[in-house]
């Protein structure tokens, strides 16, 4: 690999595998429908380590130092708004209509799998068991989680150990403890491939590095104890696509 003078900031795989994390916690944080929670106080770690890692990550390129923690950013509301404020309830309706025949055309998990039907995935029938359960008012926490955990204590990241305080340990370690700090090459370079046990290079582009820091701001931002959410509306779907999508851009660097 060739890490030309001034065109990139080279770090860690770790690096990068930290945001992709943050990245997944928040496609899941922000997916519409998940309940309201108040973040926990063991998460004050994780959000100052999260920020600590955005102002290095821009430090790279600008040369600024610390910068003043997100925790009190303008851009996430203090109080929590209802998901219903400023939807269209003809469009509520519109919806509900065509998640109630949606439903109603998906066949209970029994008789698929005594038919033996594959053509429709098992959590897909679970999910239309749970709407039609919700549509019918027989239902009043519609919300699944896919895997054993906490939004107010824990990283929405699907493995284990995935409480804010593991998640701070771990990430701390592996990325300002045991990881070179980012650095631009002021000439041109040929990374060596990686050796055994050794570290794996990444190039990162100056536009993708400060969007790597203001994830991570994001994040640092809504893990600040206390911070409230209400049910995450339907206007939170882009922003948790979006996570999705720069999550699997940054896997594949």
């Known amino acids: 690999m060739v890490f030309e003078a001034g065109s990139c900031?080279?770090?860690?795989?770790?690096?990068?595998?930290?945001?992709t994390k943050v990245l997944t916690d928040l496609e899941r944080r922000l997916a519409p429908g998940r309940p309201a929670?108040?973040?926990?106080?063991?998460?004050?770690?994780?959000?100052?380590?999260?920020?600590?890692i955005a102002d290095h990550l821009r430090g790279a390129f600008t040369g600024q130092g610390s910068t003043p923690h997100p925790g009190g950013a303008s851009w996430i509301a203090t109080?929590?708004?209802?998901?219903?404020?400023?939807?269209?309830?003809?469009?509520?309706d519109r919806l509900r209509r065509v998640a109630r025949a949606a439903a109603e055309h998906i066949p209970p998990r029994e008789r698929l799998i005594d038919a033996r039907d594959r053509s429709v995935r098992r959590d897909t029938a679970r999910a239309a068991e749970v709407?039609?359960?919700?549509?019918a008012g027989e239902e009043d926490t519609p919300w699944r989680e896919r895997d054993a955990v906490d939004a107010a204590h824990?990283?929405?990241t699907g493995a284990r150990e995935s409480s804010f305080l593991n998640k701070d340990t771990e990430i701390r370690r592996r990325v300002l403890a045991d990881s070179p700090l980012p650095r631009v090459p002021r000439e041109r370079e040929v990374a060596e491939p990686p050796g055994s046990g050794g570290p794996v290079w990444k190039a990162v582009s100056a536009e993708t590095v400060f969007v790597m820091a203001e994830v991570l701001d994001e994040a640092a931002a809504r893990l600040v104890p206390g911070r409230a959410t209400a049910m995450i509306g339907y206007d939170a779907q882009t922003f948790s696509f979006l996570s999705g999508e720069i999550a699997t851009h940054l896997f594949h660097l």
């Not at 929670?37 to 600590?52: D, K, M, N, W």
């Open 154 to 156: 824990d990283l929405m």
């Open 79 to 92: 109080v929590p708004e209802p998901f219903t404020t400023g939807v269209d309830v003809t469009r509520l």
């Open 9 to 19: 900031v080279i770090v860690t795989d770790h690096w990068v595998l930290a945001v």
């Open 37 to 52: 929670c108040v973040i926990a106080e063991e998460a004050e770690g994780l959000s100052v380590t999260l920020h600590e």
């Open 131 to 135: 709407l039609r359960r919700v549509l």
